[in-house]
């Protein structure tokens, strides 16, 4: 059961444009919402996250949004720039399980 | 160092052989996970180890699948009698004792298994 789904497989955005990605969770009582990033060849890096109390979480040009009633939650990148580029997971975690998504693959053209 | 590191990083196989596959964590992390990438897919949880309690081994796909954390540091995940649908990248994650809750893990490089 793929309990955290990221539906856009990838994502092609412009340079000094906003990059939204999105994810979609099927568990209401996860906890903790987390965004990693992974370049090729290497392992995931952590970005972001965001507690299930909070509803917005910023981090220069990051910022995680969660709509819990939805379900739901986003990275907004601003401005985006070409180093960007990257494949994002989303993440949810209740304890310490810890869900991914399929991931994101971000282009940011120059 | 430091950081999570997995040896090898690349191994081919032949379908029906048995595989080891390393991870160091990062010194004085608690938690040790193991997860796998099989091609278009997201990260399949596969084995975690926190301290000493026994391991949540909900995640792995099949009895030739096995893992062990000796001494709370390095794990070794196990997989026998290897099957084509095994060839993906595995990954492992540590995390620090963060007052019992968990949550930011950092990842090695990962082992690219590729059973022929």
């Known amino acids: 059961d793929q309990q955290v789904k990221q539906n856009s497989p990838s994502l092609s955005v412009q340079e000094g444009r906003i990059s939204i990605l999105n994810c979609d969770y099927t568990?209401?009582?996860?906890?903790?919402f987390l965004w990693y990033k992974k370049y090729p060849a290497e392992g995931p890096t952590f970005l972001i996250s965001?507690?299930?109390?909070?509803d917005k979480n910023e981090d220069g040009r990051f910022t995680v949004f969660l709509n819990k009633s939805a379900k739901h939650l986003s990275l907004h990148i601003v401005p985006s720039q070409p180093g960007d580029s990257a494949v994002y997971f989303c993440?949810?975690?209740?304890?310490?399980?810890?869900?991914f998504g399929a991931g994101t693959r971000l282009t940011v053209k120059p | 160092g430091a950081g999570v590191s997995q040896s090898p990083s690349n191994k081919v196989t032949e379908k029906g052989k048995d595989v080891e596959l390393r991870c160091d964590p990062i010194?004085?992390?608690?938690?040790l996970y193991w997860y796998r990438q099989s091609l278009g897919q997201g990260l399949e949880f596969l084995i975690y180890?926190?301290?000493?309690?026994?391991?949540?081994k909900s995640g792995l796909p099949s009895d030739r699948f096995s893992a062990e954390r000796t001494g709370g540091s390095v794990s070794t995940l196990t997989i026998q009698r290897t099957q084509q649908e095994d060839s993906a990248v595995y990954l492992c994650?540590?995390?620090?004792?963060?007052?019992?809750?968990?949550?930011?893990?950092?990842f090695g490089p990962g082992t690219r298994l590729t059973v022929l």
């Open positions: 010194s004085g992390h608690t938690a």
């Open positions: 993440a949810a975690s209740l304890n310490n399980d810890m869900r």
């Open positions: 180890f926190q301290g000493n309690s026994a391991p949540d």
């Open positions: 965001i507690s299930s109390i909070k």
């Open positions: 994650a540590s995390s620090p004792p963060t007052s019992g809750r968990v949550h930011e893990q950092f």
């Open positions: 568990n209401s009582m996860f906890d903790y």
